[in-house]
């Protein structure tokens, strides 16, 4: 049980540190931010993302990072919610 512990401590922080996480680029000129969401019955959760620009070794790439996630578990009643409510 221990093992299952850490390891699911270890997962956490992995997601919540570089190179997972991003900063958002508010620069003069950004790209717009993307927000994706999903629900199920008891749960919500949304990830926030931003198409930036990497330039490594001469090679220039553009891809979706993740800024932020975010997640809540739903009340009784919201559980009765079309999905567009939620």
């Known amino acids: 049980m ?3 512990t850490k390891e699911m401590e ?3 922080q992995s997601l919540c540190s570089k190179p997972i996480l991003a900063h958002p680029d ?3 000129d950004p790209n717009p931010f993307i927000v994706y969401v ?3 019955k008891t749960r919500i959760g949304a990830t926030i ?7 490594h ?3 220039t790439r553009e ?3 993740i800024i932020t996630y975010a ?8 559980q009765h919610y079309g999905a567009y409510q939620k």
């Open 57 to 59: 070794a001469g090679e």
């Open 38 to 40: 999903d629900s199920s």
């Open 71 to 78: 997640s809540k578990a739903v009340s009784v009643s919201e």
């Open 63 to 65: 891809e979706e990072v």
């Open 26 to 28: 508010f620069s003069d």
């Open 10 to 12: 270890d997962l956490k």
């Open 49 to 55: 993302m931003q198409k930036q620009t990497f330039t």
């Open 2 to 4: 221990e093992a299952h």
